[in-house]
């Protein structure tokens, strides 16, 4: 075993997560993770595979044979999902060609082939299970509105299905990314991909917002986080406060209603994309509201009529299946701010 080439191979990896990925490709924590993670990951199937310690691990191994039993090890011995497998290859062979860039030229061929590993096949993707609106009336009445910790859980829950936003979207809210005017809320989203979107919420959860604010944000810090830790000061609600908010309401729905579905963080989204759906707003415009990122889904979008794409919100926030208690849309005659929100 070349030492020198075993602590190339581990700087390289440091410097790849640590400076390249965040300051040079400016991307999200969330690909840092899913990156560190990936690596990680194949460092362990070495040991456990090879019977070897981390200080036996070279960039020798860095090949496109030992990752194809890496995904055959994640699927037969971890039971990962073949989504999650492809994840793993994917963050892989990207590290691949950082690496290609750098490593000694002895290692070039054999880590450019890194990148014809082949993805398992996924299943056919099934429709997201959602929540009817009886059944998002009867979760937002499970809180008690007059304790205070349910009052939170409350405006956690009616925002993340107004807005439509993903949990860790909601959860890295700070005052300063919220204006509100009157009647009118704007969320200021860091999405995906370190990508930015305006969202517009409703004048009734604008209410429950400035009532929350004014409870739990007495001196409007505008750095602070909007929903926080209660045991660490300073830092935004963790990933599995949410998810316990989501069970004990739909528990406590279920305990009433014995056939009340299962409610989780991303359900919430599901449901608020399918109320848009069945208010026959184009699938391609649903996308762009949520923030998925997809060239042709923007295409399509950047073409639609501003009066289609009013009429649609319109239709998904007061129709007949409304939630939210009907009342005059305050961008309804602005074009100029219907333009602006959308980015015409």
Not at 9 to 38: A, G, H, M, P, Q
Not at 68 to 88: A, Q, Y
Not at 134 to 148: C, D, G, V, W
Request: net charge positive.
């Amino acid at each position: 075993m070349k030492n020198v080439i075993d602590l190339i191979f581990f700087e390289l990896i440091r410097e790849y997560l640590c400076n390249y990925l965040t300051n040079v490709r400016k991307r999200s924590l969330c690909t840092v993770k899913t990156s560190r993670d990936s690596i990680n990951e194949f460092i362990n199937f070495l040991q456990e595979i090879y019977s070897i310690t981390i200080f036996e691990i070279s960039i020798e191994q860095f090949t496109e044979k030992e990752i194809c039993k890496f995904g055959n090890w994640l699927i037969e011995t971890k039971h990962n999902l073949p989504s999650t497998v492809n994840l793993r290859i994917s963050r892989l062979q990207a590290f691949a060609k950082y690496l290609v860039q750098y490593c000694p030229v002895e290692f070039v061929s054999q880590i450019s082939r890194v990148s014809e590993v082949n993805k398992f096949p996924e299943p056919k993707s099934k429709l997201p299970k959602s929540l009817t609106i009886e059944e998002m009336k009867i979760l937002f009445s499970m809180p008690n509105q007059n304790k205070k910790l349910e009052f939170r859980d409350y405006c956690l829950m009616t925002l993340m299905y107004d807005s439509a936003c993903r949990d860790n979207e909601i959860r890295s809210l700070k005052l300063k990314h919220i204006t509100i005017e009157g009647s009118i809320g704007i969320l200021r989203i860091h999405g995906k991909g370190n990508k930015t979107r305006l969202t517009p919420i409703t004048e009734d959860v604008v209410k429950i917002l400035e009532k929350y604010i004014a409870i739990f944000h007495p001196n409007r810090n505008p750095d602070d986080y909007l929903f926080f830790s209660n045991t660490k000061k300073g830092t935004k609600m963790s990933n599995d406060n949410t998810l316990r908010i989501m069970k004990k309401y739909s528990l406590r729905a279920k305990a009433t209603y014995p056939s009340f579905p299962h409610v989780h963080n991303h359900r919430l989204r599901h449901a608020r994309a399918q109320n848009l759906y069945d208010a026959n707003m184009p699938l391609p415009m649903v996308s762009k509201l949520l923030g998925h990122s997809n060239i042709d889904t923007t295409q399509i979008y950047s073409v639609a009529s501003v009066e289609k794409k009013k009429e649609a919100i319109e239709k998904a926030m007061f129709g007949v299946n409304s939630i939210i208690q009907k009342e005059e849309l305050w961008y309804e005659k602005d074009e100029t701010t219907i333009k602006h929100l959308y980015g015409l």
